[in-house]
């Protein structure tokens, strides 16, 4: 079923995302009993509110990093028909990411955040985030320049990180200015999901068409891209509605 011995690397990349999806869902259902009943104060107390939060809205964008990330991994050495570049740096960009994620989270329950929903993770850490994207990104890039059997999916697949890593700059740096700050906030939250998550995503889906349809492969790829043209056009122009 799978000829290519590296597409293994997607399987831990998919269970660890699927352990921190379970842990945000739990998270979820504690935010939500907080809602629903009048706890006493001890209980409120012993994991707050606004931790139990920062862990639910923040889990969801390294789990699905985690998704795209296992997934591209599978879908090149088959796109590409070679192997990995490198299976050990697939798996160090794996450490390196779950690593920085718990670290993240353990760092919310001291009150270790930037207070930017979604992206609460602390600066310091942030740089290893952006270690395991350009792990990820020069490992993708690699397999595909030392195979030369270029596709438009590979392509796109390659499109992917190269946003995803250039987007996550933007929300680096804090500024002073709020306005300013939640201004390049919006960036990384708009402009990854439509500029970057969408190519990988779409890429992907192309992929799963072309294997379980006997649809022609230039017809697959026509539409996909019609699929990211609209997706970028209109991520761009849907950041607008944030310039308030
Ligand atoms: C049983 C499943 C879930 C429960 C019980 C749940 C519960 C909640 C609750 C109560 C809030 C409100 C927190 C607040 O008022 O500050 C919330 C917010 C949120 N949830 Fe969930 N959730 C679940 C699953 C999910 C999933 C699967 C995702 C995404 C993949 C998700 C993403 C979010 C996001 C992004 C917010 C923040 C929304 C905002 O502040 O605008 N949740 N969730
Ligand atoms: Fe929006």
Do not use: A, F, M, R
């Given at each position: 079923m799978n000829p290519y011995k590296s597409q293994r690397v997607a399987y831990p990349y998919f269970v660890v995302a699927l352990l921190l999806f379970v842990l945000q869902v739990l998270m979820g259902l504690w935010l939500a009993i907080n809602y629903a009943f009048t706890l006493p104060q001890s209980l409120i107390d012993i994991f707050p509110f606004s931790t139990a939060r920062a862990f639910h809205t923040n889990l969801p964008v390294l789990w699905m990093l985690l998704c795209f990330m296992g997934g591209t991994y599978f879908v090149v050495p088959e796109e590409s028909k070679s192997?990995?570049?490198?299976t050990k740096l697939a798996y160090l960009q794996l450490i390196i990411l779950v690593g920085t994620g718990v670290a993240a989270l353990v760092s919310f329950l001291f009150g270790?955040?930037?207070?930017?929903?979604?992206?609460?993770?602390?600066f310091e850490l942030d740089l290893l985030i952006v270690a395991g994207a350009l792990i990820f990104l020069f490992n993708v890039a690699a397999t595909m320049i030392k195979a030369k059997n270029w596709t438009m999916i590979q392509g796109t697949l390659l499109g992917g990180p190269v946003m995803l890593a250039l987007l996550y700059l933007f929300g680096l740096p804090f500024y002073k200015n709020l306005s300013i700050d939640w201004y390049y906030w919006w960036w990384v939250i708009h402009l990854w999901v439509e500029g970057a998550w969408e190519l990988v995503t779409g890429a992907i889906i192309a992929w799963i068409l072309l294997r379980i349809t006997g649809v022609p492969r230039g017809v697959v790829e026509k539409w996909l891209y019609v699929e990211i043209g609209l997706f970028l056009f209109t991520g761009i122009a849907g950041t607008g509605h944030h310039y308030y």
């Open positions: 192997e990995l570049y490198s270790w955040t930037q207070g930017k929903p979604l992206l609460d993770i602390p």
